[in-house]
């Protein structure tokens, strides 16, 4: 769901922690991520030249502050590792009537920044999040489930995230060994044997107002085919940059999309959610990826690995 991410510190079903209490207000389609504490001052100072190293893009503590009578643009008020305002309170609303929790949850994603994994927000933290974008009619005993379904399904995104490098983080002949298989078999492959480099999170970016060419060709074909292909539109989409450690030791930065559908409800009201989650293609390898990793699962399945498997038992 990806409403909102604290940064301080083939699609899959996700099934909510526990159900969401009923409300007419509505999620918010962003993803309003902040920091608390962070390595560098707010805003980002300007620097000659942008780095080259790879480092984090926010300028150095001792960077000088820009003169006083410069008025700072919108976007320099931006955290440039989520493009989200940098600081949100933990301070009670002045509208508030219930006590919400301050505590944060450290997730298990870790961080391309820093020795640590990223934290998720307070359930006062996402609360004030919403009241500063708008949504002022969020029922506040619900912030707390809002705040569970967002942390697991945030999980559930890295999850399928370390599938996709745990069979291509090493090229894609070993990729290829590795779909061969399906998706079934993949667990057996010698590539899945070996192991892969832990991945990490670089940044992440809320854009819940463009729509992916993927999600517009399903869209349309729910048009034409609605009994095969009907269904809601996704209702956010996020774009991760993950940090792949390549076999030769150089880091590279690959661009995951992350379309976050809604679900029928369980009959219990559990909300459900379906999470697609692919590399982008910003290059012939990650159409190739995708291509292989689809194509292996399909080739694995019309071969007859059933029957083979039927066999072997």
Known sequence: MGWFWAESTGASASRAPHPL?????????????????????????????????????????????????TKPSTLSKLNPLNYMPSNLSQTRAS?????????????SIPRGDADSNWEYPSPQQMYNAMLRK????????????MVAVHNFLNEGAWAEIVAWEQRFSKGLGKGWEACARGEEGFGESAVA?????????LRFMGRPGDVTPKARVLGFMGWVWP?????????????????????????????????YYSGPPEPTGEPVFYL??????????????????????????ASGAKARQGTQQ
Not at 95 to 107: A, K
């Open 21 to 69: 209490p009923t409300s007419n207000a509505t999620p918010p389609p962003g993803c309003p991520m902040h920091k608390t504490t962070s390595p560098a001052p707010f805003p980002p100072q300007n620097t000659s030249s942008p780095p080259t190293d790879g480092s984090c893009p926010v300028a150095s503590p001792n960077t000088p502050l820009p003169s006083s009578t």
């Open 95 to 107: 509208q508030q009537t219930i006590h919400l929790p301050t505590d944060r949850e450290l997730s």
């Open 134 to 145: 708008g949504y002022d009619d969020t029922p506040e005993d619900a912030v707390e489930s």
């Open 193 to 201: 044997r070996e192991g892969a480099s832990q991945p990490k999170l």
């Open 227 to 259: 009994a095969r292909f009907g269904g809601e539109p996704p209702f956010d989409r996020h774009d991760w940059y993950v940090q792949r450690q390549l076999p030769q030791g150089q880091p590279q930065e690959i661009r995951y999309v992350i379309d």
């Open 276 to 301: 697609d989650v692919r590399p982008a293609i910003d290059g012939p390898t990650a159409a190739a990826e995708r291509m292989m990793r689809w194509g292996g699962d399909v080739w694995h399945r």
